[in-house]
């Protein structure tokens, strides 16, 4: 006998497999193994883990010899010995206990695993398996008569509240207990089996789960089989009651699913997964599924039924209803599981016996419309043989209508044919075709008497309210027989029916000869007249052609509809064109109807005639065929144009011009694409153009262009041409997508090709920009913008195409010269306005270039060659055009030329001191045609010779070099914003642009300013960064994110400019009774008004710029009498005046104090720095002195409080120790008795208030633990005075106020969220101590006002580290309310002034205020003492 592992316990088929073989083996026989299976299982198991382990499918794992040799009957035996054990000891019948064990293991194995398992309708894999093991054993049990199944059933249903489908499909699949037993035993069956089927059907097996999809289904359609057979088989003998009543209950729970599956359609486009969970159900209806628990006959009386009843389900609406909103209940308009649905009860039925029972149930039932004309569309799509069975439906119909003249069956039979119609002529006939056929003749149906005419035409009359326009056509233009006698009658009808047309604005005469009237919505308002003709005379001679006749209906329009024969046939049939050599069937058509007297004389002669003038005209073109390549047709037309351009009149011009323009036409037909607005065109410069055949066209005529420009300038200048250039351009330009290509070809070329052009190409192309030029001031034509947004604003193609000439570079700057000069030059050469003529952006590019790289052209006076002549001109015009000429002697004799000059006279032809900034700040310093040399002397002359002494009204500075400073600043501030350095001029700012040397000119001309004495630089510096943090602010209110941002990257770009100034132009020195000090007043007021708002972290300028301010200060000192004096004195205002620099300072001090030092000692002669800075460092070393708790403490310098302060701050930052407490250090101090001693603690607790706001704000890394320690230190020390309130209210500060000037105004209106987050995080102790605090209350009602405010302006911060600002709120407020709890009754006059704080914003505070701290009184008068 083997031995098992210690703790592991053996199990019952562990036993049985291992020993059994072997005692079998010796012999001995099964009883004796029983017994003692038995024996031990008394010791060692229970029921419950009896059944588990016998029940669990691991037999499977068993060897063949095991399996043999342990069948499942043993185990079986064994379980049901022990049952009767059991049962006996605790005298129960035997099978009460058997189904108490055998629930107690199915809840164990259905009850859900996990989360995932809620909701899960069926079981999973596992629990599937065990739960068949368990239906076997639970099956041996039944056999041996230890386990009744319908006991089980009771107490399986009294206990389970949500029953599990598979577990009753197991049952019965199992043959354990019928689902028929079920449905007669169980009286609630109604209410859980429609409810668990539904939840079934709307559940979606986990993905991957395929078998689950399978057991789903296979579910539903046991179930269902069972539904049907019960409820539909039919016996030969009577019903019992107790069956008869079964049969009606699975027939009213099948009713039940299927108006749950009818109500879903109504519901299925709101609802997607409802309509999946009826498609499902929609699977029960077939005969295969159901054929295995039901009969064919149970199954198409079923069906039957179904169908019945989803034809009568809900009959809500009316006739006239159908009549109107049939169109929508199309095959392919309705609801795809109503389809479904009707498809699936008509496949097992022939077509005569569905349309029969239609019938029937129209005749006897009230009906849903929709339902049965969309289970005739089904019927009709899938079946083949439904049409003529339909037919004759309708028939019958009609022939009972008119017997009986019953209007029921008359609407039932046109429903029923307009549906058929309805679903196009592939299936069915088309209304117009059914109703000629029916009513057309003289054997219609109501051909036989008046009586059934009449009874035809009121029954239409009756519909004309209802009818869809297309049905009124129809009758209109296929009217009923009628005899001649009774015509009176039909067109009482037909006015009728027109007068309802005119209200719908449908016209008859409007509609075409083939036009399908019979579709869904009239589709006769679909297509214009014109239209519709066109597709007319298409069918027409389609026919004709087939047939060889005239069609029937053209012969009958040209009888009863001939005005729209004669006005919308006719002139779509004889539209003018080239006839053919041999007759097309057109031309067949048209001779027969000639022939037939159907055209007009007049009008068929008319016809002959234009299509005689339509060949002249084309045989005048050069391009015969159509088929011709546009490109070569284009290269002959153009070729042809040359030749005209100087011996040519202007009629052959102007009509070359034209067939240029049709050939256009044809390789641009269109707008463009993207347009901003009406006349804007959008240009993407950085795409390739979209043809290939598009860049050849372009290529094409810029070449073309400029050949007609050489050879007309050959023969004659410019003033003496033709207007061929100008009219040419208009061509051009009058085509928008030709005008977008042209534009992206120019500019690709001047932008990126310039290199590649030869003098021709120049000369043709800077003609054609004058014209560009010139058609945009005449004609006004399209605007250009540019993609991406390089242009600020749309501007006209000439002036988006010169934005493409840059000089940023040397061989940019030739190019843009050769161009310019030649463009400005044909423009004075062209006439005698050169205002017209000369482009102001090329004019004024020639006078920022020929002087730049001419440098003879910088003289003052330049010598004009004489009056302006015809001679002049024609000199002019040949330096441009002469290959030999170089761009210098054309360029000089131009600059030289009087007309020229007198162009600079007008305001738009002015070269402005900030154009040339803006040009020469996109120069490349490393490509430039000048050296840093040459640059630096062409700047200076520029700025000094040129534009200071310009009157201000001609672009210059009218001598005034604040001026000129500004504009440098101006482009200098701007030289990151504006749109031309960020966009246009990408490769200038890749290798560095001439940013520094416009510094340097800068720096020269401030200097000058400064030794000079003629103006203050240093008001000048800081009211110019006024001016400009103004403009940004300008029209904001109240300020904005944006304005945010704008105001800081202004002062980001200041702080680089200032740094580059030199620092003793920023402190400003006064005269006073012949004493020269120091006024710092200017540079604190800039640092309170401006620098502070930008500060990063807020409260602490960078310590270049704090470095910077305190060399200002010293070097300016060195200009006075006594400048160590000045230096204290200014250091003094600077403590009382600018705390932001002090406190700056004090921290950068390591950094600054070794510039300073050495900076004083040059200046100074060695000595040290003075008494006042001085202080900076005793006061740093006392505060490490206490920071480190040495002993003795070295007393506290003569400091002011705020430096202390930050001294004691800066050592708390950088001591070691990490998180330890800093309150033994504070110790030194003794708030209760010095009052510098409380004024440092209460500065240095603003500091730490002030980082902890900035921790908040500014998601810093480091923790905000410290802030906080330091926080509850000082707070322990100050608790008992009231002055650490005081940096919490902004206008009760006092010796405090200083702090309002450190850190920004969000920074301020933050301090009540800071009063109230700190606060709340101490201890209930030091929050006692806080309460009785003088004027504690009023400071925290003011500051959850304050609160309160902010919450509701979303001005709250809000962190990842932070809590919900309404938290916050909300313990702020609890705690409001507990210390006006806790606080004594105040005097009235105090309480009233709380309260109306309060009031508007909180009643509940004010109303706590008002009940808590209401004092009884005998005399209130007497309060106010």
């Known amino acids: 006998m ?680 959008k240009v993407h410069v950085d795409a390739p153009l979209s043809s290939e055949l598009h860049v050849k066209v372009i290529n094409m005529i810029l070449r073309n262009f400029c050949q007609c420009t050489l050879d007309a300038s050959r023969a004659n200048p410019p003033n003496k041409q033709n207007l061929w250039a100008s009219r040419f351009v208009s061509v051009l330009l009058g085509n928008t997508q030709l005008t977008c290509s042209l534009t992206h070809r120019l500019w690709d070329l001047f932008h990126n090709q310039a290199s590649s052009l030869g003098a021709a190409h120049v000369l043709g192309l800077a003609a054609f920009a004058v014209h560009l030029h010139l058609h945009a001031s005449s004609c006004h034509g399209a605007l250009v913008q540019l993609v991406p947004d390089i242009l600020p604003k749309p501007l006209p193609v000439g002036e988006a195409v010169g934005a493409a000439l840059v000089c940023s570079s040397h061989s940019d700057m030739l190019f843009c010269v050769r161009f310019c000069v030649s463009a400005v030059c044909y423009g004075i050469c062209r006439g005698d306005s050169q205002q017209d003529h000369v482009p102001s952006s090329f004019y004024k590019k020639l006078l920022y270039l020929i002087p730049r790289l001419m440098p003879e052209a910088r003289r003052t006076s330049v010598p004009a060659e004489g009056s302006v002549g015809e001679s002049q001109e024609k000199n002019l015009w040949s330096s441009a055009t002469d290959a030999g000429a170089t761009w210098r002697t054309s360029a000089r004799r131009l600059w030289r030329h009087k007309a020229f000059q007198q162009l600079h006279n007008t305001p738009q032809y002015q070269l402005s001191f900030s154009d040339w900034l803006v040009n020469e700040l996109r120069v490349q310093r490393a490509e430039d045609f000048l050296s840093d040399p040459e640059r630096q002397e062409y700047q200076q002359w520029a700025c000094l010779e040129l534009f200071l002494p310009g009157a201000g009204g001609q672009g210059g500075c009218g001598g005034d070099m604040r001026i000129l400073c500004s504009q440098l600043l101006d482009a200098v501030m701007d030289q990151q914003l504006k749109w031309s350095l960020k966009n246009l001029h990408q490769r200038a700012r890749s290798t560095g642009t001439c940013l520094p040397d416009i510094m340097s000119r800068l720096q020269e001309f401030v200097y000058e300013q400064e030794v000079t004495g003629l103006s203050d630089v240093c008001d000048f510096l800081f009211d110019f960064i006024s001016r400009r943090c103004s403009s940004t602010a300008s029209g904001v209110s109240p300020p904005t994110v944006g304005w945010a941002l704008g105001l800081q990257h202004t002062l980001s770009t200041w702080n680089r400019v200032l740094l580059a100034l030199p620092p003793r132009l920023l402190v400003k020195l006064k005269a006073e009774g012949g004493r020269t000090t120091l006024d710092v007043t200017a540079m604190t007021q800039h640092v309170n008004q401006h620098q502070r708002r930008v500060c990063s972290p807020a409260g602490l300028m960078s310590s270049h710029l704090t470095s910077h301010l305190l060399r200002g200060v010293l070097s300016a000192s060195v200009s006075c009498g006594r400048p160590r004096e000045e230096v204290n004195t200014a250091w003094t205002q600077i403590s009382v005046h600018c705390p932001l620099l002090l406190i700056s300072a004090v921290r950068w001090w390591e950094c600054v104090s070794p510039v300073l030092s050495s900076l004083w000692t040059r200046v100074c002669d060695g000595e040290r720095l003075p008494e006042q800075l001085q202080l900076v460092s005793d006061s740093r070393l006392w505060a490490l002195s206490v920071a480190r708790c040495l002993s003795p403490t070295p007393p506290m310098p003569p400091a002011p409080p705020l430096l202390l302060a930050c001294s004691l701050h800066g050592a708390w930052r950088g001591r070691g120790g990490g998180h330890q407490s800093f309150g033994p250090a504070l110790n030194v101090l003794r708030p209760e008795r010095v009052s510098q001693d409380r004024q440092v603690l209460v500065f240095l607790l603003f500091l730490c208030v002030n980082d902890h706001l900035s921790t908040l704000l500014c998601l810093q890394e480091k923790s905000d633990e410290e802030s906080l320690s330091l926080f509850s230190d000082l707070l322990s020390v100050l608790v008992d005075s009231s002055d650490w309130l005081l940096i919490f209210k902004s206008s009760e500060q006092g010796v405090y106020q200083s702090v309002t000037m450190v850190t920004s105004d969000e920074f301020t209106r933050l301090m009540p969220w800071a009063f109230y987050s700190l606060l709340l995080q101490q201890s209930g102790e030091l929050l006692h101590r806080a309460l009785r605090c003088p004027g504690f209350l009023p400071a925290a009602v003011l500051c959850y006002v304050r609160l309160l405010q902010l919450v509701l302006d979303g001005h709250a911060p809000a962190s990842e580290e932070q809590v919900d600002p309404s938290q916050t709120l909300s313990r702020a407020k609890s705690f409001l309310l ?48």
């Open 2 to 681: 083997s031995v098992d592992p210690p703790g592991d316990e053996p199990s019952v088929s562990r036993l049985l497999a291992g020993r059994m073989v072997s005692r079998l083996q010796r012999g001995g026989g099964a009883r004796r193994l029983q017994d003692a299976a038995v024996q031990l299982l008394q010791q060692q198991q229970d029921l419950c883990s009896l059944l588990r382990e016998v029940s669990t499918p691991d037999r499977c794992s068993q060897t063949g010899e095991q399996r043999a040799a342990a069948p499942g009957g043993l185990t079986a035996s064994l379980l049901e010995c022990e049952l009767r054990r059991q049962a006996a000891a605790l005298g129960v019948p035997v099978t009460v206990l058997s189904v108490k064990m055998i629930l107690e293991r199915l809840t164990e194995i259905t009850a859900p695993g996990g989360q995932e398992d809620d909701g899960r309708e069926l079981l999973t894999s596992s629990q599937r398996v065990q739960l068949c093991v368990l239906l076997e054993s639970s099956r041996a049990l039944v056999s041996q008569g230890a386990l009744c199944p319908k006991l089980l059933w009771q107490e399986y249903r009294r206990d389970q509240k949500l029953l599990k489908l598979e577990v009753l499909n197991q049952l019965h699949c199992s043959s354990f207990l019928s689902l028929k037993y079920v449905l007669e035993s169980d009286d609630g069956v109604r209410v859980w089996l429609v409810s668990r089927l539904k939840a079934l059907c709307s559940w979606t097996p986990p993905q991957g789960e395929e078998e689950t999809k399978q057991v789903q289904l296979r579910v539903l359609s046991t179930v269902g089989g069972v539904l049907v057979g019960c409820g539909f088989e039919l016996n030969s003998e009577p019903a019992a009651p107790d069956q008869r009543r079964t049969s009606l209950l699975c027939c009213s729970l099948l009713d039940e699913m299927l108006f749950w599956l009818l109500d879903t359609v109504d519901e299925s486009p709101t609802s997607q997964s409802s309509g999946a969970g009826a498609g499902l159900w929609i699977q029960i209806f077939d005969a295969s599924l159901c054929g295995a628990s039901a009969s064919a006959e149970a199954v198409q009386r079923f069906f039957t039924h179904s169908l019945t009843q989803a034809l009568t389900y809900k009959p809500r609406l009316t006739v006239s209803d159908a009549v109107t909103l049939q169109s929508d209940w199309t095959f392919v308009k309705a609801d795809p599981l109503l389809m479904s649905l009707f498809r699936k009860l008509a496949v097992i039925f022939s077509v005569e016996l569905l349309l029969r029972h239609l019938q029937e149930v129209l005749e006897t039932h009230e009906v849903n419309w929709k339902h049965v004309l969309c289970f005739l569309s089904t019927l009709l799509v899938y079946n083949p043989l439904a049409p003529p069975s339909l037919r004759e439906l309708l028939s019958r119909l009609l022939t009972s209508a008119f017997e009986g003249y019953d209007p029921e069956h008359m609407i039932t039979s046109f429903l029923l044919a307009r549906q058929g119609a309805l679903e196009g002529a592939g299936i069915f006939s088309s209304y117009s075709d059914w109703f000629k056929m029916s009513f057309g003749g003289s054997s219609g149906f109501h051909a036989s008497s008046k009586k059934s005419l009449v009874f035809l035409l009121k029954f239409l009359s009756d519909l004309v309210p209802f009818e869809p326009p297309q049905y009124l056509k129809v009758h209109i233009l296929h009217p009923p027989f009628v005899p001649v006698k009774h015509r009176s009658l039909l067109m009482e009808y037909i006015s009728l029916a027109k007068t309802r047309l005119a209200d719908l604005k449908e016209s008859v005469e409007d509609m075409g000869l083939y036009e399908d009237v019979s579709g869904a919505g009239g589709a006769s308002g679909s297509t214009q007249p014109q239209g519709q003709a066109v597709q007319d005379v298409e069918k027409a001679v389609s026919l004709f052609e087939n047939t060889g006749r005239i069609s029937a209906t053209v012969m009958e329009a040209s009888i009863f509809r001939r005005p729209y024969f004669l006005t919308r046939f006719l002139p779509a049939l004889l539209k003018p064109r080239v006839l053919p050599v041999k007759a097309d069937a057109r031309m067949s058509l048209i001779e027969s109807l000639k022939k037939a007297e159907k055209i007009p004389a007049a009008q068929y002669s008319s016809y002959v005639e234009s299509c005689s003038r339509q060949r002249q005209q084309d045989r005048s073109v050069v391009c015969l065929d159509a088929a011709d390549d546009p490109l070569e047709v284009l290269k002959v037309q153009l070729q042809e144009f040359r030749g005209l351009v100087v011996d040519g009149d202007d009629g052959d011009m102007m009509a070359q011009l034209s067939r240029i323009s049709h050939t256009l036409c044809v390789v641009f037909p269109g707008r463009p694409d993207d347009l901003t607005e009406k006349t804007v065109l």
């Open 1378 to 1425: 507990r210390a006006i709890s806790q606080t004594p009754a105040l005097s009235s006059a105090q309480r009233r002034r709380l309260e109306s704080q309060c009031a508007d914003v909180d009643p509940e505070v004010a109303a706590a205020l008002c009940v808590q701290l209401s004092a009884p009184s005998l005399s209130p008068e007497m309060d106010f003492l």
